[in-house]
């Protein structure tokens, strides 16, 4: 078995992903969408920290754009159920009345349920597969009284998605 049949088999095994939809992102490459995947674990395991921590900041807007970023990239990976619970969040917290943290706190429990799991089982895989491009780093946290990088979210996909 080649590493590509081998590596799209597991991709299959893997628990809520959409291979099919995961596959048409990564031009139907096993080993790119496993790096897409690996990107994603990187970037996006602790969001649903964020979003709490945003919407007890009464943040609703930075919290939208959070959840917005995090539907559309696991959408696209063919994380489907990572991608509704964020859709349900960015739907809750829209204007005029964005919901509070105690109406938004089962979504965010089950979010970050979601997300240790399934970035877990990536990780896991990818150290299977190290062969399947550069491992991705998540951003550097600013240091305490520094403001984080203005970098968004999108350019970050954007750059990791066009390598």
């Known amino acids: 078995m080649t590493t590509d049949s081998a590596l799209l088999e597991e991709l299959a095994g893997l628990t809520g992903l959409d291979l099919a939809r995961g596959l048409r992102t990564a031009r139907q490459s096993p080993a790119k969408l496993l790096h897409y995947l690996a990107c994603f674990a ?10 709490r921590d945003l919407i007890a900041q009464a943040e609703p807007a930075s919290a939208l754009r959070l959840a917005h970023n995090l539907k559309g990239v696991a959408l696209g990976l063919g994380l489907n159920h990572i991608s509704s619970i964020a ?77």
């Open 87 to 163: 859709a349900e969040l960015e739907r809750q917290l829209r204007p005029p009345q964005p919901a509070t943290l105690a109406e938004t706190k089962p979504l965010l429990t089950e979010l970050a349920q979601q997300l240790r799991q399934q970035c877990q089982a990536i990780r896991q895989l990818r150290e299977r597969y190290p062969a399947a491009g550069p491992t991705c780093q998540p951003p550097a946290q600013p240091q305490a009284g520094e403001k984080p990088a203005a970098e968004s979210m999108d350019e970050r996909v954007t750059s990791i998605l066009d390598r």
């Open 42 to 51: 990187a970037l996006h395991a602790n969001e649903a920290r964020q979003l």
